[in-house]
């Protein structure tokens, strides 16, 4: 039973296209998150949201936009893909934005290359 | 300069070594993470501190809040222990997690 998944694991599309990344968690927790992954591995925070809202928006290009249908699903869509947006995408959840006695739960991943 | 950092960048130990990765932050935090990522690319969750010291197997984090600094031991390293090692901060706000560059270890047989 995977906790957080992620779909696709890999995805290759060219400049200007749309792409979806699909999140899904079954730990019945509270918040969900998305976190970019560049090239030098460092990873940096995009979106969260807690019960279906949008808490969290960083300096991101209004070409991506998250959408949590239910506490359950976060997903991110991106719109006129660049080269500069490829990159590893981790959703990751917690429980009650993560107070002490709860950590993170990842997703395995999804590694988008714009060609 | 980014609010975690991270010493060393990179680490070689031979297997059965001791091992030390330091972490320093420089805001307020509700909690201090410890994750790990594999070769794979998976992300782990190893531990999270808001005092004192956690222990889990062969791995022991410690955190000092009042020097803002935070220590990842891991004793009789073992070449399956080869992986990068994340320090990460959650703040009172949001806790969203804020991430230190890592510390790639290798562990060599």
């Known amino acids: 039973d995977t906790a957080v998944s992620q779909t696709p694991k890999y995805l290759v599309t060219q400049m200007g296209n749309d792409k979806s990344i699909k999140c899904e968690q079954n730990?019945?927790?509270?918040?969900m998150y998305w976190y970019k992954q560049d090239s030098k591995k460092f990873l940096k925070i995009m979106f969260s949201?807690?019960?279906?809202?949008?808490?969290i928006n960083e300096t991101v290009p209004n070409r991506f936009s998250p959408k949590s249908p239910d506490k359950a699903h976060l997903n991110l869509h991106i719109n006129s893909l660049e080269l500069g947006d490829s990159a590893v995408y981790f959703c990751?959840?917690?429980?009650?934005?993560?107070?002490?006695?709860?950590?993170?739960?990842f997703g395995s991943g999804t590694r988008l290359t714009v060609v | 300069k980014n609010e975690v950092e991270q010493s060393p960048q990179n680490l070689t130990a031979q297997e059965g070594e001791f091992i030390t990765i330091n972490c320093s932050y420089s805001?307020?935090?509700?909690?201090l993470h410890w994750l790990q990522q594999h070769p794979g690319g998976g992300i782990v969750s190893l531990f999270m501190?808001?005092?004192g010291k956690k222990k889990h197997g062969r791995l022991i984090a410690t955190i000092n809040i009042q020097e803002k600094h935070s220590s990842l031991h891991i004793t009789a390293s073992h070449p399956r222990d080869s992986a990068v090692y994340i320090c990460?901060?959650?703040?009172?706000?949001?806790?969203?997690?804020?991430f230190g560059g890592g510390t790639r270890v290798l562990v060599k047989p």
């Open positions: 730990l019945g927790h509270d918040t």
């Open positions: 501190l808001s005092s």
């Open positions: 805001v307020g935090i509700s909690a």
């Open positions: 990460a901060v959650s703040k009172a706000a949001g806790n969203k997690l804020t």
């Open positions: 949201y807690n019960n279906k809202e949008l808490i």
């Open positions: 990751a959840s917690s429980q009650d934005r993560g107070w002490r006695g709860y950590g993170y739960t």
